[in-house]
């Protein structure tokens, strides 16, 4: 297996912490990203940095210098960057009007805009060796759009939306893009959903106000039957990392439990999306 040169985002917790073990372990050369490794973060930075093959950098995913300073380097070092997993991410609970625009810019500055800035910094080293694969880690709220979840929701649809445009353009110059939907895992980000910073509007709502902690409720009756294993995701991106260029799926459902409700919707737009692309002269992309 050829060693890869491997930038994970959001590494201090969740999906991130297990990817950066799971591939570092492999042999991989793994540059994990984080925030705040001098305060907050400086008791897992300090773990993470002593695994063997990682090299923990503090990068704010909001700042273009600093996203720029990681970029360069990671290639100053290696030469090139041959994966970037777009991991890191925030979540927003309640009612859709309680949301400022404000948290909306928040939410999208996290979740589309830093891993469009990574993408497009990684990009010009993957072109020039015409071989590399940007996993972008979506949801499953990145196909439908639930209540008490639409500003998330909404910033994962535009993250699969530049994924799947990039996935057919990039393709035929030896880069692959791939998503990953998760379900719902017990992580610390499901620990810590952001509320709107506007609660006033919330009693207008109360015609429904018990709908949240039914959903609350189907969610931890989930995390007690299906179990569901944050590990799996981690196993997803090495899964894509070990296939083959040019064979890597667009999408990957990881999800135990409702996940197969997901990947039929994700068949059945599959198929209206090559009628698409045909209809406007791209049918020659989808091979």
Same mark, same amino acid.
């Given at each position: ?5 491997? &930038? #994970?985002?959001?590494?201090? $917790? /969740?999906? +991130?912490?297990?990817? !950066?073990?799971?591939? @570092? ?107 590399? &694969? #940007?996993?972008?880690?979506? $949801? /499953?709220? +990145?196909?439908?759009? !639930?209540?008490?979840? @639409? ?137």
């Amino acid at each position: 297996m050829n060693k890869k040169v491997v &930038l #994970i985002t959001g590494t201090n $917790s /969740g999906f +991130g912490w297990l990817t !950066a073990n799971s591939v @570092a372990a492999l042999g991989h050369k793994v540059y994990a990203t984080m925030r705040d490794t001098a305060g907050k973060n400086a008791d897992k930075a300090k773990a993470l940095a002593q695994v063997a093959n990682v090299t923990v950098l503090d990068v704010t995913l909001t700042d273009e210098t600093s996203v720029k300073n990681a970029i360069d380097t990671v290639i100053a070092t290696e030469g090139t960057i041959d994966v970037l997993v777009n991991n890191a991410g925030i979540s927003m609970f309640g009612v859709a009007e309680s949301a400022t625009p404000a948290d909306v810019q928040r939410m999208f500055d996290v979740n589309v805009i830093a891993p469009w800035r990574l993408m497009k910094l990684a990009l010009p080293a993957m072109r020039k060796q015409s071989e590399g &694969l #940007i996993i972008n880690v979506s $949801s /499953g709220w +990145g196909r439908f759009s !639930a209540p008490f979840s @639409a500003v998330y929701a909404a910033s994962k649809f535009a993250l699969e939306g530049l994924s799947e445009g990039l996935h057919y353009e990039l393709r035929p110059l030896g880069v692959d893009v791939a998503i990953i939907q998760p379900g719902a895992f017990p992580t610390e980000m499901s620990q810590k959903l952001q509320l709107g910073s506007d609660p006033s509007v919330v009693e207008d709502y109360k015609a429904i106000a018990e709908f949240p902690d039914k959903m609350f409720s189907a969610i931890g009756q989930i995390f007690e039957t299906a179990k569901p294993n944050p590990q799996d995701v981690a196993d997803a991106v090495i899964n894509l990392i070990n296939l083959p260029k040019g064979q890597r799926p667009l999408r990957t459902v990881v999800d135990s439990s409702t996940g197969e409700i997901v990947e039929r919707a994700n068949e059945a737009v599959n198929v209206e999306y090559a009628k698409v692309l045909a209809a406007f002269g791209l049918k020659d992309l989808l091979t």
